[in-house]
């Protein structure tokens, strides 16, 4: 038995008659549980899992190796020396992207929940081009968001670098803050915002003492996914970046152009162990992420 | 009701203006681009043509084109075909959270250090040669990378969280007593999942179809790194359209395309969704 069961919901495919639900149970155990450890399905979850962290494995062993290639010849944390001691221009990247992530992901959750507030709770004229103009950015390949704002940031004449870079990752965080909050919104009981008003509270601290801290967990996870996001972005950063606005991801980018670099093996175990930290923190906010990515 | 009115649009105000003004305005630009003459250095001269529509029709542009729909086909039915799965046994597992996380883990890892990896496990003096090399199966190296299985491998491994993850949250939402009931009234198991299953989640599996389709259909950065040159897809296009030969109405019409093939895929995913819920299939 899984641990929560399933109502029976009246659909469309079968109808029993509702007394006979409570009575009737049906033989479960047989029928999709017995081969369920050995499943076909099961077999290639865990297959599809194994190809996804394989090549992670495979780079953070070899950054262990103590020559450049791929071929073992001994252990050494050589690497992991040069990528914190010698790596100024990685870390004045990692800077860069930390400061993008962070600002961005602030005003993405503010713009994001707001607005979900908005679309959620009231009816309004515009309503339906703001849902779909907040759909759109996040179905579009990067190529063609990147090469609008680069087009975009030269027509109206804004210089290239943190400010462009700033915006563009606020653009394609939007949506996504935006779909994590409606979601929880879903959950929410309109007639407590009612309770309040009643009880005398004005539009602003309805929002304030009740709204914002019940959401507070769907604020925080959608600021950490804009986080992330940001961070990861390379594409669109590739082509709205200046001189001197490097990110990581672009930083990268130039040190993997020609073939194998240790130092970046270093680096992949240091940025897997901190996601892994993040998502373990926040597991509890999983399946909501899920349901919006 | 004109209050109500009135906090809405408060509410949704800022966010709105963003998006028209960093999403709206430059993808309107793009479209009017498409029908200008190009500029001598980049950019752009103010004057209507139909040229740009014209150069698409190119051979060798259409060679690209036609491959980019190949390769994108085929990646896209392989990732479905592997998240289908993995959607039915993270939904009946009762560990969701645990499997959740070792799909997120690698899906947040640097999309560039994840494809690092399959360069330093593919390339000539990668992994796997220097593996077989050494245990003296091969004699000299095997050309695994530079090639169109290198991009679809990684086009693939890219993007099938995006598919299990909008399929795992429908396949969670469906009833699966309905399946036992199917059984019971005499469907065999296969039948039960043809005819009860896949249908309930129809608007998951078109989520995941166009969530994978459209980002590997404007894929740029894995066939730039793991494919040859003759691996180059439309994004590889646009991108050199606007930095080499700058020729940004070309450029434009290509990013059109794509994007009205994606909102394509939007509505379709909106109309589906809402037929579900017309039929009350979830919930």
């Known amino acids: 038995m899984s641990k929560k069961r399933p109502k029976l919901k009246p659909t469309t495919l079968v109808e029993l008659p509702k007394e006979t639900v409570g009575v009737y149970r049906p033989p479960r155990q047989q029928v999709f549980r017995d081969h369920r450890r050995f499943g076909f399905s099961n077999i290639v979850l865990v297959l599809v899992i194994l190809f996804l962290f394989m090549p992670l494995f495979v780079v953070i062993t070899y950054s262990f190796n103590a020559s450049k290639g791929m071929r073992w010849t001994g252990f050494s944390l050589q690497w992991y020396y040069k990528l914190f001691f010698e790596s100024r221009q990685l870390w004045r990247a990692f800077l860069n992207s930390f400061i993008i992530a962070i600002t961005s992901s602030v005003v993405a959750t503010i713009l994001g929940s707001l607005a979900a507030i908005g679309i959620k709770w009231y009816r309004f004229k515009s309503r339906s081009y703001i849902q779909v103009i907040s759909f759109l950015p996040m179905v579009l390949p990067e190529v063609i968001i990147g090469i609008s704002m680069l087009i975009f940031f030269s027509a109206v004449k804004i210089p290239l670098g943190m400010f462009s870079i700033f915006v563009a990752h606020t653009t394609f965080n939007l949506p996504f803050v935006l779909l994590l909050v409606s979601a929880r919104l879903d959950e929410f009981d309109f007639s407590i915002i009612e309770a309040a008003r009643d009880l005398g509270a004005t539009e602003r601290q309805s929002l304030t003492k009740v709204v914002i801290p019940s959401i507070a967990p769907a604020l925080l996870s959608s600021m950490l996914m804009a986080i992330t996001m940001s961070l990861e972005d390379f594409v669109i950063t590739f082509f709205v970046a200046g001189p001197g606005s490097t990110t990581l991801p672009l930083y990268v980018y130039s040190m993997i152009r020609y073939g194998v670099s240790p130092v970046v093996n270093a680096l992949s175990l240091v940025l897997v162990l901190g996601i892994m930290v993040i998502a373990l923190t926040f597991r509890r906010f999983l399946k909501t992420i899920a349901a919006s990515s | ?283």
Request: glycine share 6%; net charge positive.
């Open chain 2, 1 to 283: 009701m004109k209050r109500e009115r009135q906090l809405g649009i408060i509410y949704s105000a800022p966010m709105g203006l963003w998006l028209t003004i960093f999403f709206l305005i430059p993808i309107s630009i793009i479209v009017i681009y498409s029908f200008l003459k190009k500029g001598l250095y980049g950019g752009v001269e103010w004057q209507f043509t139909l040229k740009a529509y014209q150069e698409m029709f190119n051979p060798a542009f259409l060679k690209v084109l036609w491959r980019t729909l190949w390769v994108s086909v085929v990646a896209t039915a392989i990732t479905l075909l592997l998240a289908l799965p993995c959607g039915y046994a993270m939904a009946r597992s009762r560990h969701q959270i645990f499997w959740l996380a070792l799909i997120i883990v690698p899906f947040w890892t640097n999309s560039l250090i994840r494809i690092y990896a399959w360069i330093a496990i593919l390339s000539s003096e990668g992994f796997i040669n220097e593996l077989l090399l050494s245990l003296g199966i091969i004699k000299e190296s095997l050309s695994l990378i530079y090639n169109q299985q290198a991009v679809i491998t990684v086009l693939v491994y890219i993007n099938i969280p995006f598919a299990i993850l909008p399929l795992f949250t429908t396949i969670d939402k469906f009833d699966f007593q309905l399946l036992e009931a199917a059984r019971d009234l005499g469907a065999t198991k296969r039948k039960a999942i043809f005819k009860v299953l896949l249908p309930s989640i129809r608007s998951g599996i078109i989520t995941a179809l166009i969530f994978t389709f459209i980002p590997i259909f404007g894929a740029y950065t894995t066939p730039l790194l793991v494919g040859g040159k003759d691996s180059y897809m439309i994004g590889n296009i646009i991108v050199d359209q606007v930095t080499k030969t700058r020729n940004w109405p070309l450029a434009s019409a290509f990013s059109l395309i794509i994007t009205l093939l994606s909102t394509l895929g939007v509505i379709w995913i909106l109309v589906s969704g809402m037929q579900d819920k017309a039929k009350g299939v979830v919930k």
